[in-house]
């Protein structure tokens, strides 16, 4: 009966910790995002090809990071780290290495913009947070939650 009781204390206490990991990925707010993108204009022109992005500010928790993946397939995603609490130097930027995206904060996780996935070094299970796309016709789109 001690075993039995051993055991099963042991099995809650891991439960516990994979518990608050994941309690990790809640810091960001569901942020409404309602966003008109036009590919014809200038400040989303750079979508109209495949491994672009663009940072669009004031939308969801810290901006939206639009991804143009291939010539059918556009990515939304919440331009905050889902591994800290939305501050400033939580808001994702260009790493300079293509669809990878950093935190500005002491770990610098890093993230991918054709996966969403955290990579090398993020120390959480987190991944970004993605927005609905709406493919409207004409080069339109619109980015939703």
């Given at each position: 009966m001690k075993k039995l009781i051993i055991l099963l204390s042991l099995?809650?206490?891991?439960?516990?910790?994979?518990?608050?990991?994941?309690?990790?990925?809640?810091?960001?707010?569901?942020?409404g995002v309602n966003l008109e993108v036009n590919t014809n204009f200038p400040l989303y022109s750079q979508l109209q090809f495949p491994g672009n992005g663009v940072y669009v500010p004031n939308q969801g928790n810290n901006g939206v990071w639009l991804w143009r993946l291939n010539s059918s397939?556009?990515?939304?995603?919440?331009?905050?780290?889902?591994?800290?609490?939305?501050?400033?130097?939580?808001?994702?930027?260009?790493?300079?290495?293509?669809?990878?995206?950093?935190?500005?904060?002491?770990?610098?996780?890093?993230?991918?913009?054709?996966?969403?996935l955290g990579l090398d070094g993020n120390t959480e299970p987190c991944t970004l947070v993605p927005y609905r796309v709406d493919d409207l016709g004409n080069g339109q789109y619109l980015v939703s939650n």
């Amino acid at each position: 009966m001690k075993k039995l009781i051993i055991l099963l204390s042991l099995l809650s206490v891991s439960c516990n910790n994979d518990d608050n990991n994941i309690n990790n990925c809640n810091f960001l707010f569901d942020a409404g995002v309602n966003l008109e993108v036009n590919t014809n204009f200038p400040l989303y022109s750079q979508l109209q090809f495949p491994g672009n992005g663009v940072y669009v500010p004031n939308q969801g928790n810290n901006g939206v990071w639009l991804w143009r993946l291939n010539s059918s397939t556009l990515y939304a995603w919440d331009a905050a780290d889902p591994s800290h609490v939305p501050s400033a130097c939580s808001t994702l930027v260009e790493s300079g290495t293509g669809d990878i995206v950093v935190c500005g904060c002491e770990d610098a996780n890093q993230y991918s913009l054709a996966t969403g996935l955290g990579l090398d070094g993020n120390t959480e299970p987190c991944t970004l947070v993605p927005y609905r796309v709406d493919d409207l016709g004409n080069g339109q789109y619109l980015v939703s939650n």
